[in-house]
Structures are given as structure tokens and as C-alpha cells.
């Protein structure tokens, strides 16, 4: 049982009826049948540190949703009167943010998020080859970190446990935190319109412009070879933001 017994598993497997060495995988045998059908997969014995990698792999691979990253629709921009569309009516956000209430730190990072939004959305509609995918996710983290910002302008007890959920999920689920954050904004809307009369207005047009902004939002994503739909909810978005505004005054 001396040298000649060192043989490499590979070796003393070949030629042994009814199995087959998978190559290149240090993980598992397959046992094949004489008649072609495949025997349960036996696993090998690992070491403690390769046991542990796969587990974390596993488990990383069977993660939920909401913890793996957006796949980023990057249609639209067709033709160039479309793109000059997109762009134009990605600039009022730019204004929307020079012009928003400016009274303290919350309210500063508001605005300069409106800011970024216009910037990062005019940057994505020009763009053109790869590099518009990540223009794409860049536009909707910085629509999702204005939500954020908004929410934290309007309601300065919000909860740190959900700012702090925020701030991880918003690279990779960008739409979720601005679902969250806008839905937590639109209920202190309509309380602070119910208390202030002067607020029911603006009030009215946002709820006007955001069921008109989210109807051409879908629309957009159902029948993308449609032009201008997403210029549209450009617009509804800014006449929606230019309303949030009044609550910051």
C-alpha cells in the first residue's frame, strides 16, 4: 500500500461501469445508470470553510426579491425628437429644486435632490450603449433618495430604524423605498390639507397629478413603442413635486 496506492481519484474512477467523473466540478459525482437515467447526486465530503461558503451561497442565491437588484428598463429614446422630449421635460425639476424652501438642513438636501433628479434624468435620456444601464439605475436612486429626503423634510420623528432600512435598500430597490417614503409623504399631505384650508387646493392638484403621473407610468412600461408617454409623466411627476413644495413653505 505504498506509492502505488496514491492514485488521483480521477484515475481509479475511469473505467468503472456506471460512473461518470464530472470535470472541473471539486463538488459532486454522478452516478449514470446503465440505460442513461441519472442516480441521486452524492456530495463529497468538504472541508468546514467550503461547507460554510456554500450554505452563504445558497442562501444569497434563494434571497427574497426585495433584496436583489432592479433590472432596469432601459426602452425608449427611439428617435431623437423623443429624446429632446425626455430631456426638456426633465429640466423643470432642475427649476424645481432652485425654487423649493430652503429654511433648514432637511429642506436644503430636498432641494438639491430635486436638482440631482433633473440632472441625473437629462443625463440618462441622452445617453447611449452600456453605459445607459447605469444611467438608468442612477435615475431611479435619485428619484428614490428625493422621496427620502422629502419624507425626512416633512416629518422630522420619522422612525431612525426605517431611515436606516432605507438608506441599504435604496441601491437596490430604489422603487420600493419611493413607494414607501411617497405614500408616507401623500398621508401627510392630505392631514396637513385637512387642518390648513389654504392647502386644499394644492392638495387637489397633486392628487389630480399623481393619479395622471401614475396612470401614464404604467402605460409607459406596457406599451413602450408608444412616443411621449414618458415626456407626460415627466410633466404630471413635476406638477406633483412643484405641490409638495407648499408644504415646505
Not at 496506492?5 to 468503472?16: D, Q, R
Not at 441521486?40 to 470553510?49: E, L, N, Q
Not at 431612525?160 to 438608506?167: E, H, N, P, Y
Amino acid at each position: 500500500m505504498g506509492a502505488q496506492s496514491s492514485v488521483k481519484p480521477k484515475t481509479a474512477l475511469e473505467g468503472v461501469h456506471g460512473v461518470q467523473v464530472v470535470p472541473h466540478s471539486p463538488f459532486a459525482l454522478e452516478e449514470i445508470k446503465q440505460h442513461g437515467g441519472l442516480h441521486k447526486r452524492s456530495h463529497a465530503s468538504f472541508p468546514v470553510g467550503t461547507r460554510h461558503h456554500l450554505i452563504v451561497q445558497r442562501v444569497w442565491q434563494q434571497r427574497p426579491g426585495c433584496l436583489r437588484p432592479i433590472r432596469c428598463s432601459c426602452h425608449g429614446d427611439r428617435t431623437v425628437a423623443e429624446t429632446i422630449a425626455n430631456v426638456i421635460t426633465s429640466l423643470p425639476f432642475i427649476a424645481l429644486g432652485l425654487q423649493a424652501p430652503r429654511k433648514n438642513l432637511h429642506c436644503k438636501l430636498y432641494a438639491n435632490s430635486l436638482i440631482g433628479v433633473g440632472i441625473v434624468s437629462s443625463l440618462y435620456h441622452a445617453s447611449r450603449g452600456k453605459i445607459r444601464r447605469y444611467m438608468r439605475w442612477a435615475d431611479y436612486s435619485m428619484i428614490a433618495t428625493a422621496t427620502v429626503c422629502l419624507s425626512r423634510a416633512l416629518r422630522n420623528e420619522n422612525p431612525k430604524l426605517l431611515m436606516a432600512a432605507s438608506a441599504v435598500l435604496l441601491p437596490i430597490q430604489p422603487l420600493m423605498v419611493s413607494a414607501v417614503h411617497t405614500g408616507m409623504m401623500e398621508v401627510a399631505f392630505a392631514k396637513r390639507a385637512l387642518q390648513d384650508p389654504d392647502l386644499r387646493m394644492s392638495h387637489n392638484v397633486h392628487k389630480m397629478s399623481s393619479l395622471l403621473g401614475g396612470a401614464l407610468f404604467i402605460a409607459d412600461d406596457v406599451f413602450p413603442e408608444t412616443p411621449f408617454l414618458h415626456a407626460g409623466w415627466h410633466l404630471a411627476a413635476a406638477v406633483g413635486v412643484s405641490t409638495c413644495n407648499k408644504l415646505l413653505e
